[in-house]
């Protein structure tokens, strides 16, 4: 199994940056994509970003060209650095981890963070 444990978030104003980190253990071996996905009060649960072990990286439309998903295998974590910050951006991150490649599918991801809200506002 992998455990997943996530950190990094707070309270930013508008127009801030944060970057969430995650850290994986376990059976890291088996990690073929890892993800980070959002919610928001009253929401469904949203993809944001994954990254592959092949290099593959895919993004939500709201967020690309202002958040961006990094791995560092070293280190076995997973990093989201979100910029330019907007209160739509406001929600619970969690990261997550799948054998599968590239899947948007939330149901697919084998483990879950424990989540790291973020609060964009002024």
């Known amino acids: 199994q992998v455990q997943l444990v996530e950190s990094g978030g707070g309270l930013v104003q508008p127009g801030g940056s944060l970057r969430l980190s995650c850290a994986a253990s376990?059976?890291?071996?088996?990690?073929?994509?890892m993800g980070w996905y959002r919610q928001a009060p009253g929401k469904q649960r949203e993809l944001v970003a994954h990254?592959?072990?092949?290099?593959?990286?895919n993004y939500v439309d709201s967020v690309k060209g202002r958040f961006t998903i990094s791995r560092d295998t070293a280190k076995n974590t997973v990093y989201l650095q979100l910029s330019n910050l907007k209160p739509e951006d406001t929600a619970v991150y969690y990261c997550a981890q799948t054998s599968v490649t590239g899947t948007r599918d939330y149901t697919l991801y084998h483990s879950w963070g424990q989540g790291t809200q973020v609060t964009v506002s002024s």
């Open positions: 990254s592959t072990r092949g290099g593959r990286i």
């Open positions: 376990g059976s890291i071996l088996s990690i073929n994509t």
